[in-house]
C-alpha cells in the first residue's frame, strides 16, 4: 500500500505486471536499437511489456483493436506506432511500422497476428509466447504456417512461460516495478466495474476487447 494503490496488486504490481517483467526483461532480453512488437498491447501485460521494451532502448510497436487503444499506448505510454488489426492490413502495416524487420515479438493473442510478425522477424528474433487470446474460444484449431523453417533460416528463437517459473524472483521484481510505477516511468490503467453482481458482465467484455489496461471489479467502496 504505501508504494501505490491496493488495486495495482491485481495488475501492474501484481501477476500481470510480473509476466510482463519476466517475459520480456528475462526471456526476450531487449537491446537498444531493436524493434519489439507487443499484441493485446493496450491490455494488463501488453501495455507494460512494451514500456519494458521502451526503457531498454527499442522501437516498440503495439498491436491493438481499436483508435482509442492505438492512441492510448501511442500518446500515453509512449510507443513509437501502433496498428489496429480491426482496420490495417497487418502485413503492410508491419512493413511500414517496422521497416528493418522485427527483434523481439511478445505475443498475447496469436493467431494471423502471429502470422504476420513471422514473416518480418530478424536473424536471432526472439518469440515470447504468453497468451494465444484469438484461440481459446474456436470450437476448431486454426491451421496456419507451420513456422518452423522461419525460426531455422533466421536462427530466431521461441519460448513460452509461465509467471510461476519465475516464483523464487517475484518479490525482487515487484521492488523494481514498483520503483519504475513510483517514478512514472511506467505508467498504467485500470479499467473499474463497481459491484459483483456486473463481474460477468466485466469478464465477457474481456473477450470483445472492451477493456484498455487491466479490468477490475470492485466489490466494495472503502
Given at each position: 500500500p504505501k508504494a501505490a494503490p491496493i488495486s495495482t496488486a491485481l495488475g501492474v504490481l501484481g501477476m500481470t505486471g510480473l509476466t510482463a517483467y519476466f517475459g520480456m526483461l528475462e526471456i526476450a532480453a531487449p537491446r537498444k536499437g531493436e524493434t519489439a512488437v507487443v499484441s493485446a498491447a493496450a491490455g494488463a501485460v501488453g501495455s507494460v511489456a512494451g514500456q519494458l521494451a521502451k526503457m531498454k532502448g527499442c522501437r516498440v510497436v503495439g498491436?491493438?483493436?481499436?483508435?482509442?487503444?492505438?492512441?492510448?499506448?501511442?500518446?500515453?505510454?509512449?510507443?513509437?506506432?501502433?496498428?489496429?488489426?480491426?482496420?490495417?492490413?497487418?502485413?503492410?502495416?508491419?512493413?511500414?511500422?517496422?521497416?528493418?524487420?522485427?527483434?523481439?515479438?511478445?505475443?498475447?493473442?496469436?493467431?494471423?497476428?502471429?502470422?504476420?510478425?513471422?514473416?518480418?522477424?530478424?536473424?536471432?528474433?526472439?518469440?515470447?509466447?504468453c497468451g494465444q487470446i484469438s484461440t481459446y474460444n474456436q470450437n476448431q484449431p486454426e491451421l496456419g504456417p507451420r513456422p518452423y523453417g522461419i525460426l531455422l533460416a533466421h536462427s530466431a528463437f521461441i519460448k513460452g512461460f509461465s509467471v510461476y517459473d519465475f516464483t523464487p524472483r517475484h518479490a525482487q521484481a515487484l521492488r523494481e516495478l514498483a520503483r519504475w510505477v513510483k517514478a512514472k516511468k511506467i505508467k498504467y490503467r485500470e479499467n473499474i466495474i463497481d459491484g459483483l453482481e456486473n463481474a460477468p458482465k466485466a469478464f465477457i467484455g474481456l473477450f470483445k476487447g472492451e477493456n484498455i489496461g487491466k479490468q477490475l471489479v470492485r466489490v466494495k467502496r472503502y
Amino acid at each position: 500500500p504505501k508504494a501505490a494503490p491496493i488495486s495495482t496488486a491485481l495488475g501492474v504490481l501484481g501477476m500481470t505486471g510480473l509476466t510482463a517483467y519476466f517475459g520480456m526483461l528475462e526471456i526476450a532480453a531487449p537491446r537498444k536499437g531493436e524493434t519489439a512488437v507487443v499484441s493485446a498491447a493496450a491490455g494488463a501485460v501488453g501495455s507494460v511489456a512494451g514500456q519494458l521494451a521502451k526503457m531498454k532502448g527499442c522501437r516498440v510497436v503495439g498491436v491493438v483493436g481499436s483508435r482509442a487503444k492505438a492512441k492510448f499506448i501511442v500518446d500515453d505510454l509512449g510507443f513509437d506506432a501502433a496498428i489496429n488489426y480491426n482496420t490495417d492490413d497487418t502485413a503492410l502495416a508491419f512493413r511500414k511500422a517496422c521497416p528493418d524487420g522485427i527483434d523481439i515479438y511478445y505475443d498475447n493473442v496469436g493467431g494471423s497476428i502471429t502470422d504476420a510478425v513471422l514473416g518480418r522477424i530478424r536473424d536471432h528474433a526472439r518469440i515470447v509466447i504468453c497468451g494465444q487470446i484469438s484461440t481459446y474460444n474456436q470450437n476448431q484449431p486454426e491451421l496456419g504456417p507451420r513456422p518452423y523453417g522461419i525460426l531455422l533460416a533466421h536462427s530466431a528463437f521461441i519460448k513460452g512461460f509461465s509467471v510461476y517459473d519465475f516464483t523464487p524472483r517475484h518479490a525482487q521484481a515487484l521492488r523494481e516495478l514498483a520503483r519504475w510505477v513510483k517514478a512514472k516511468k511506467i505508467k498504467y490503467r485500470e479499467n473499474i466495474i463497481d459491484g459483483l453482481e456486473n463481474a460477468p458482465k466485466a469478464f465477457i467484455g474481456l473477450f470483445k476487447g472492451e477493456n484498455i489496461g487491466k479490468q477490475l471489479v470492485r466489490v466494495k467502496r472503502y
